[in-house]
Each structure stands twice: as structure tokens, then as C-alpha cells.
């Protein structure tokens, strides 16, 4: 084994603690927000049977509300589902599992990160958190203070902030990216093919032609991204 490799492999373990102790805190997420719904006070007078008659949804860049009567609790549930079906598959893939990865971490010295999702997630919601860091040290250093939206419950606002991820994936990501790109780069058109294709991109249209690419890329997020933001 070379050095390199086994200067690696030494890196691997306090690397891979770091990734379990974050799993394990993305994993408590799931019963924590059960209880702040559906045990805690956070909404005062506010319950999980708050009955709520419309749901805000961002789709193609237009933001817009559907008429729907439906519970908190039950809304709740639905998304809950949704993140911890997303939170299992991305366990599994999508070449290698999770445990898979961080053994070749271990044994190999092989930090094959974007073979597994969860992993991958890790690396980059770490490197928001400490980008996210500077830019409010740098806020505060200039003076500059940032004013938390107002909210008029707590427990509605946290209902549409553990909505609001994936309305923005399926409804900006999916639709206004994943969909073009899928379109100007892949060789064959159906609904099964797409499914693979938004499961692991890079396998299944590793042919792309990134002249073609980047254009639609910069131009989707230039005409939508900054709009909504604003």
C-alpha cells in the first residue's frame, strides 16, 4: 500500500465519524419535527388540527395557491413521508450504499463521495453551513443585520419551511432544469428512461454535450432563479 494511501485511510476515520454523527442528527430530524407537530407547544393556540384551506406551490417559476381544506397534521404527514422515502433511497444509491462507501473510505482510502447520495448531501450541506457562516461574519463585521421574516405562527411557519424544499426541487429543479436538459441530451424519450435519468444523471447521459448544457443552465437560472428570490 503507498503512502498516499495510507495517509488516506488514517483521514478516513475521524471523515467518516464526522459523516455518521451528521446522518445520525438528519435521522433524529424526523422524530424531532413528529413532536414539535404533533406533542410540543410551538403554536401556542395553534394545533396539528389547524385546519388550513389552501396550499402555496411554485411551479415553472410562477408561485401560485390551490384551494385545498386539509388539517396541519395531516399536510405534516404527508410531507414527512416524503422526505424519509427520499431520505431511504438516497441511502441506497445511487451506485453504492452508505455503509459501502464509508467502508472503502476506511479499508481502501477511497473517498468515492458521489456514490452515494446521502454522503454527497453531507459534503455540500457542510460547506453551505460554513459559507452561510462567513457571509453573516462578514454582514455583522460590516454592520449589516439581517431581519428574520415575520411569521404569524410558529408552528405554520415551520409546516411551510418543511414544505418549501420540495416545491422548490420539483418545481424549479425538475421542471424548469431537469426536464430541458433531459430533453436537448438524452438519446431515447420515456418515463422510465427519465426516472433513470433524474436518479443518476451521470449515467445515463454522461454523453452530454456541455456546450449545449451550459446555456440552458445560465439562462434558467438568470430568468427564474433571481426572480424567485425577489
Known amino acids: 500500500m503507498s503512502s498516499q494511501n495510507k495517509i488516506l485511510q488514517g483521514l478516513s476515520i ?20 413528529a413532536y414539535l407537530v404533533f406533542s410540543s407547544d410551538l403554536g401556542d393556540d395553534i394545533t396539528f388540527e389547524y385546519p388550513m384551506d389552501r396550499l402555496s406551490l411554485f411551479l415553472a417559476g410562477i408561485g401560485f395557491e390551490v384551494p385545498m381544506e386539509f388539517e396541519l397534521g395531516d399536510g405534516f404527514i404527508v410531507i414527512w413521508c416524503t422526505f424519509l422515502i427520499i431520505f431511504t433511497i438516497a441511502l441506497l444509491g ?7 462507501v464509508l467502508q472503502s473510505m476506511i479499508y481502501e482510502g477511497k473517498y468515492a463521495v458521489h456514490d452515494n447520495y446521502i454522503i454527497a448531501t453531507i459534503k455540500w450541506f457542510s460547506v453551505l453551513v460554513v459559507v452561510s457562516g462567513g457571509i453573516l461574519a462578514v454582514q455583522e463585521f460590516f454592520g449589516i443585520s439581517v431581519i428574520q ?3 404569524p405562527n410558529q408552528l405554520i411557519q415551520f409546516f411551510d419551511i418543511s414544505l418549501a424544499p420540495i416545491i ?14 433531459f430533453m436537448i441530451c438524452s438519446s431515447k424519450m420515456s ?3 427519465l426516472m433513470k435519468s433524474l436518479w443518476w444523471p451521470s449515467q445515463n447521459l454522461g454523453n452530454a454535450n456541455m456546450k449545449k448544457v451550459l446555456p440552458v443552465i445560465i439562462i434558467v437560472g438568470i430568468l427564474f432563479g433571481s426572480s424567485h428570490v425577489f
Open 94 to 100: 445511487p451506485k453504492k450504499k452508505f455503509v459501502a
Open 14 to 33: 475521524p471523515h467518516t465519524a464526522l459523516i455518521s454523527v451528521i446522518l445520525c442528527l438528519m435521522f433524529l430530524s424526523f422524530p424531532i419535527g
Open 149 to 151: 421574516p415575520e411569521a
Open 191 to 193: 418515463f422510465r428512461f
Open 168 to 181: 422548490e426541487e420539483f418545481g424549479f429543479r425538475v421542471i424548469l432544469i431537469g426536464l430541458p436538459l
